[in-house]
């Protein structure tokens, strides 16, 4: 098992920047590929960004590419994603959550094992 607590959403404005953070326990993070979600008012689930567990590839969704950066440090056991150039669009609730498969970067939510309770990310000027 392993519990994965999610940090530092909040309100920013537009073209505004936010890191958030996903601090896990139980078990070290270098067990799992790691991701990040998000779910929209009104809309599912959809994938944002996905990391293997190392660091070394990374995978975006295309409305986020070039904007976010998922990284990791195994050190700390946490998980990070950096948002920035931040649009309304980009208001959710975001989501950690941790894949067995270590060296596969899926985007279906389906793959992934261990999930975070979210944090709100709102995007208004």
């Known amino acids: 098992q392993v519990q994965l607590v999610e940090s530092g959403g909040g309100l920013v404005q537009p073209r505004g920047s936010l890191r958030l953070s996903c601090a896990a326990s139980?078990?070290?993070?270098?067990?799992?590929?790691m991701g990040w979600f998000r779910q929209a008012p009104g809309k599912e689930r959809e994938f944002v960004a996905a990391?293997?567990?190392?660091?070394?590839?990374?995978s975006y969704a295309d409305s986020v590419k070039g904007r976010f950066t998922i990284s990791r440090d195994n050190t700390k056991n946490t998980l990070y994603l950096q948002m920035n150039s931040l649009k309304p669009e980009d208001t959710a609730v975001y989501y950690c959550?941790?894949?067995?498969?270590?060296?596969?970067?899926?985007?279906?939510?389906?793959?992934?094992?261990?999930w975070g309770q979210g944090t709100q990310v709102t995007v208004s000027s």
């Open positions: 959550a941790a894949d067995r498969g270590r060296r596969v970067l899926h985007s279906a939510q389906y793959e992934y094992d261990y």
């Open positions: 139980g078990r070290t993070l270098t067990n799992f590929a």
């Open positions: 990391i293997t567990w190392s660091g070394g590839s990374t």
